[in-house]
């Protein structure tokens, strides 16, 4: 069984940080890319920043500068450092990652469950 747990969100003021934290843990034999997206009700998920198991990261652009994504690779955790937070950043944050299972010869993609980030102006 694989598990992503989420924690961090929480509300935060205009200008504020944050720092989200998805542990992935189970029958996990080695994880590729770690990713964060975020969504707003009624919108599409949408990406925010990925990270491989080289720790080359990539950022969309409206988060380039402000959002930092980092990852332990032994403890299977990737993490969202966010800084200088907008209301426009309002959303719900969701890991994801993409790996392989124990015993399996393909990868899948896992999801966590999300967690709320509020940012008040």
């Known amino acids: 069984q694989v598990q992503l747990v989420e924690s961090g969100g929480g509300l935060v003021q205009a200008g504020g940080s944050m720092r989200l934290s998805c542990a992935a843990s189970?029958?996990?034999?080695?994880?590729?890319?770690m990713a964060w997206y975020r969504q707003v009700p009624g919108n599409q998920r949408v990406l925010v920043a990925t990270i491989t198991s080289l720790l080359t990261t990539n950022y969309a652009n409206s988060v380039k500068g402000r959002f930092t994504i980092s990852r332990d690779n032994a403890k299977n955790t990737v993490w969202l450092q966010m800084s200088s937070l907008t209301p426009e950043d309002t959303a719900v944050y969701y890991c994801?990652?993409?790996?392989?299972?124990?015993?399996?010869?393909?990868?899948?993609?896992?999801w966590g469950q999300g967690t709320q980030v509020t940012v008040s102006s």
């Open positions: 994801n990652a993409n790996l392989i299972k124990t015993g399996s010869d393909y990868p899948g993609t896992y």
């Open positions: 189970g029958s996990i034999s080695r994880i590729n890319t």
